[in-house]
């Protein structure tokens, strides 16, 4: 005796302008993309990849985390040398004094 064939179960396919006014929705509404998602009942990820901005926000984001980086890295970098030149035994007790 066969059984019969189990369908797969597919989540449920959304037309553009669906999809469209839930990027809508969740932009408008300032809550996260994940609590919009659920209530619609899609994935977070489907969301985020209809978001026609998306590509461009993060590569915004990213290029001024990596500017952020580098001047932080810079000042870093300064006060290492600050505190290695203060740091240094003086002849006269305090550094830069000269008596």
């Known amino acids: ?26 932009k408008q509404s300032g809550r996260s993309a994940e609590l919009t998602a659920r209530e619609l009942g899609i994935s977070v990820f489907q969301l985020r990849l209809e978001s026609s901005d998306s590509k461009e926000v993060l590569q915004a984001e990213n290029e001024r985390l990596r500017q952020e ?8 970098d300064i006060l290492k040398k600050a505190a290695g030149i203060l740091s240094e035994p003086s002849h006269s007790g305090m ?4 008596r």
């Open 95 to 98: 550094p830069g004094l000269k």
């Open 69 to 76: 980086l580098a001047r932080i890295t810079e000042q870093r």
């Open 1 to 26: 005796m066969k059984e019969p064939k189990q369908t797969e179960m597919r989540p449920p396919r959304h037309d553009q302008a669906f999809r469209q006014q839930a990027v809508r929705m969740w």
